[in-house]
């Protein structure tokens, strides 16, 4: 079994993370296409630097990245590559060039054709986690730039969010996108069966013709009953959370226009470039990656917060939510040996301005704390300068905080303007302490464009993949997701049993309870038509 935490070169890591300072004495930005990515503020030292470089030598990664970029299986569980950089790639690799270029054409003269036509005022795009998450952040990130249609997402399983999405459209203007690379996932399927019923009970006589499918499984999307004209198709060397760039970027073409999508495939593959060609020392998402892995698994950091300082990228924390913690939320090793260090920090985080007055107190003085990582942009999309003064002020205000603290000294002499008697002086001063020395990171978005938001994505994506090679796991499965989604197929089952004492058996006592006590009843469709019946009598809609 593999130990990485004896290994020679994790142990020079270590010890170099601990005597590097956290140093904000000398500017260390890196440019990566048109973003700067400054991790002044994180440890880094020569000493640092070196063992850096010895830590990805030891652990394979000119080799990794190499795989990745070749399209070799390096998604070593699952048997298959996870090659992405391919679908966004001017000219993609012999082999697969012609099929993603093939369906590419088909989804540029579908937008084409359905824009020439005039077709669909409307989108209901049904999908789920790398399904669901990049899309709908590019098209909430950028509609201010120019928004052609209304494009709802609905991606849970609960009957509120497609109702909710559903609402109010004509449904002769409306088009289903069902997003799905198994085509088998529970949420999707659902939905799109709701959406069907909407369909019909609103009078329309053939529904799926208002459907159109996007999936690595074509067979199934035709079974469902989507025309071959309307499936677009990925493959399976192409990871669900790295889905975006191929047929899955619809609605961004469909709400913004092909250019956007194109946009920002021509960001991420200059990204790819940065990410082969840059010199280590000056390559942004390997720096990154190693600061991560620095944070967690050597100064014990449990988490990070992302904070887009940017309320377009609201979205930007559940899309790297799923890349971060689906692709390392794990902690086996190739050969099947347990990761003896602590890995895979939960991220969690919220825009800034919203976040200072959410969560920031903790992040100052907590005696945990977490890396943060700050994103903005140098212009933004508007007139207010104010605004935008105020936002940048904050953003870089915070991070001085986190990164310099506020000593006992400075403290007392603050409350000793207005507190004269000294005992209490320094019990208020020690309230007012603030432990610094938290690392951070800036990320620097000249503008919020397709192409810019094309390049942030796939940084951070060859920082997850950077880590997952120094933690020596396999970014590209989730066998924890699937194991959960096997349990609740059982569970259905039990909650619709005619004899639910016999179905509740297997379970433990408290899930077996659950499942009796929730169990749905014909009471509940009463209560349901009940409260329906209300709304009616109310002047308001049947459905909630
Ligand atoms: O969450 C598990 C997962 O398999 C993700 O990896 C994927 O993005 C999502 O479910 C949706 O899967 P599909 O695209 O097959 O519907």
Same mark, same amino acid.
């Given at each position: 079994? #593999? *130990?990485?935490?004896?290994?020679?070169?994790?142990? @020079?890591? #270590? *010890?170099?993370?601990?005597?590097?300072?956290?140093? @904000?004495? #000398?500017?260390?930005?890196l440019p990566a296409v048109d973003l700067e990515v400054d991790l002044s503020t994180q440890r880094y030292s020569v000493a640092f630097e070196q063992a850096s470089a010895a830590l990805l030598n030891q652990q394979g990664f000119e080799a990794a990245r190499k795989g990745l970029f070749a399209g070799e299986a390096i998604n070593w569980t699952e048997k298959r590559a996870a090659w992405h950089t391919a679908l966004r790639s001017e000219h993609p690799p012999a082999g697969v060039a012609s099929a993603i270029k093939a369906e590419q054409e088909r989804l540029a003269n579908f937008v084409d054709l359905v824009n020439a036509q005039n077709l669909y005022r409307n989108v209901v795009h049904l999908g789920i986690g790398g399904s669901d998450w990049g899309p709908r952040l590019a098209v909430e990130a950028l509609a201010g730039v120019s928004s052609r249609r209304t494009i709802r997402f609905a991606s849970n399983v609960d009957a509120h969010a497609i109702t909710g999405a559903l609402d109010g459209l004509d449904p002769l203007d409306t088009l289903v996108i069902i997003s799905s690379k198994s085509f088998t996932t529970t949420e999707?399927?659902?939905?799109?069966?709701?959406?069907?019923?909407?369909?019909?009970?609103?009078?329309?006589?053939?529904?799926?013709?208002?459907?159109?499918?996007?999936?690595?499984n074509p067979a199934a999307a035709r079974a469902f009953g989507i025309r071959d004209d309307r499936i677009f198709e990925f493959w399976d060397w192409v990871g669900g959370r790295y889905s975006l760039w191929s047929s899955i970027g619809l609605p961004i073409a469909l709400g913004l226009g092909l250019n956007a999508l194109n946009d920002m495939r021509r960001g991420a593959a200059e990204m790819d470039e940065h990410f082969l060609n840059a010199p280590i020392a000056r390559n942004a998402p390997v720096q990154m990656a190693l600061s991560a892995v620095a944070n967690c698994s050597v100064l014990g950091y449990a988490s990070f917060a992302l904070c887009p300082y940017d309320a377009r990228l609201r979205q930007l924390v559940p899309w790297l939510q799923q890349l971060e913690m689906e692709s390392l939320g794990k902690a086996t090793q190739i050969d099947g040996s347990t990761l003896d260090v602590p890995s895979s920090p939960a991220v969690w985080g919220m825009p800034g301005t919203d976040s200072q007055h959410t969560f920031f107190q903790w992040l100052h003085q907590d005696g945990k704390g977490a890396p943060v990582d700050f994103v903005l942009c140098a212009k933004p999309d508007h007139q207010h300068t104010r605004h935008h003064r105020l936002l940048i002020a904050n953003c870089l205000a915070q991070r001085a905080a986190l990164r310099e603290g506020k000593s006992f000294e400075q403290a007392l002499a603050a409350v000793s303007q207005t507190e004269k008697d000294p005992v209490l002086a320094a019990q208020l001063?020690?309230?007012?302490?603030?432990?610094g020395g938290r690392p951070s990171t800036l990320i620097v978005l000249p503008l919020l464009d397709a192409k810019q938001l094309g390049s942030l994505l796939a940084l951070y994506e060859h920082k997850v993949f950077t880590e997952g090679v120094l933690w020596g796991i396999n970014p590209f499965d989730q066998w924890g997701v699937e194991f959960g989604k096997r349990l609740a197929v059982d569970i259905e089952k039990s909650l619709d049993a005619e004899d639910s004492e016999s179905a509740v058996s297997a379970f433990d006592p408290s899930t077996a309870h659950w499942i009796r006590r929730l169990a749905t009843s014909a009471d509940d469709s009463h209560a349901y038509e009940r409260r329906r019946e209300e709304r009616i009598a109310r002047g308001q809609p049947p459905e909630a």
């Amino acid at each position: 079994m #593999s *130990s990485l935490s004896k290994s020679p070169a994790w142990l @020079a890591f #270590s *010890s170099a993370v601990h005597t590097s300072p956290l140093t @904000a004495d #000398s500017l260390r930005i890196l440019p990566a296409v048109d973003l700067e990515v400054d991790l002044s503020t994180q440890r880094y030292s020569v000493a640092f630097e070196q063992a850096s470089a010895a830590l990805l030598n030891q652990q394979g990664f000119e080799a990794a990245r190499k795989g990745l970029f070749a399209g070799e299986a390096i998604n070593w569980t699952e048997k298959r590559a996870a090659w992405h950089t391919a679908l966004r790639s001017e000219h993609p690799p012999a082999g697969v060039a012609s099929a993603i270029k093939a369906e590419q054409e088909r989804l540029a003269n579908f937008v084409d054709l359905v824009n020439a036509q005039n077709l669909y005022r409307n989108v209901v795009h049904l999908g789920i986690g790398g399904s669901d998450w990049g899309p709908r952040l590019a098209v909430e990130a950028l509609a201010g730039v120019s928004s052609r249609r209304t494009i709802r997402f609905a991606s849970n399983v609960d009957a509120h969010a497609i109702t909710g999405a559903l609402d109010g459209l004509d449904p002769l203007d409306t088009l289903v996108i069902i997003s799905s690379k198994s085509f088998t996932t529970t949420e999707s399927l659902a939905n799109a069966a709701r959406a069907i019923e909407w369909f019909t009970a609103n009078g329309v006589s053939e529904p799926l013709e208002h459907f159109v499918a996007v999936t690595a499984n074509p067979a199934a999307a035709r079974a469902f009953g989507i025309r071959d004209d309307r499936i677009f198709e990925f493959w399976d060397w192409v990871g669900g959370r790295y889905s975006l760039w191929s047929s899955i970027g619809l609605p961004i073409a469909l709400g913004l226009g092909l250019n956007a999508l194109n946009d920002m495939r021509r960001g991420a593959a200059e990204m790819d470039e940065h990410f082969l060609n840059a010199p280590i020392a000056r390559n942004a998402p390997v720096q990154m990656a190693l600061s991560a892995v620095a944070n967690c698994s050597v100064l014990g950091y449990a988490s990070f917060a992302l904070c887009p300082y940017d309320a377009r990228l609201r979205q930007l924390v559940p899309w790297l939510q799923q890349l971060e913690m689906e692709s390392l939320g794990k902690a086996t090793q190739i050969d099947g040996s347990t990761l003896d260090v602590p890995s895979s920090p939960a991220v969690w985080g919220m825009p800034g301005t919203d976040s200072q007055h959410t969560f920031f107190q903790w992040l100052h003085q907590d005696g945990k704390g977490a890396p943060v990582d700050f994103v903005l942009c140098a212009k933004p999309d508007h007139q207010h300068t104010r605004h935008h003064r105020l936002l940048i002020a904050n953003c870089l205000a915070q991070r001085a905080a986190l990164r310099e603290g506020k000593s006992f000294e400075q403290a007392l002499a603050a409350v000793s303007q207005t507190e004269k008697d000294p005992v209490l002086a320094a019990q208020l001063a020690q309230h007012r302490v603030h432990p610094g020395g938290r690392p951070s990171t800036l990320i620097v978005l000249p503008l919020l464009d397709a192409k810019q938001l094309g390049s942030l994505l796939a940084l951070y994506e060859h920082k997850v993949f950077t880590e997952g090679v120094l933690w020596g796991i396999n970014p590209f499965d989730q066998w924890g997701v699937e194991f959960g989604k096997r349990l609740a197929v059982d569970i259905e089952k039990s909650l619709d049993a005619e004899d639910s004492e016999s179905a509740v058996s297997a379970f433990d006592p408290s899930t077996a309870h659950w499942i009796r006590r929730l169990a749905t009843s014909a009471d509940d469709s009463h209560a349901y038509e009940r409260r329906r019946e209300e709304r009616i009598a109310r002047g308001q809609p049947p459905e909630a």
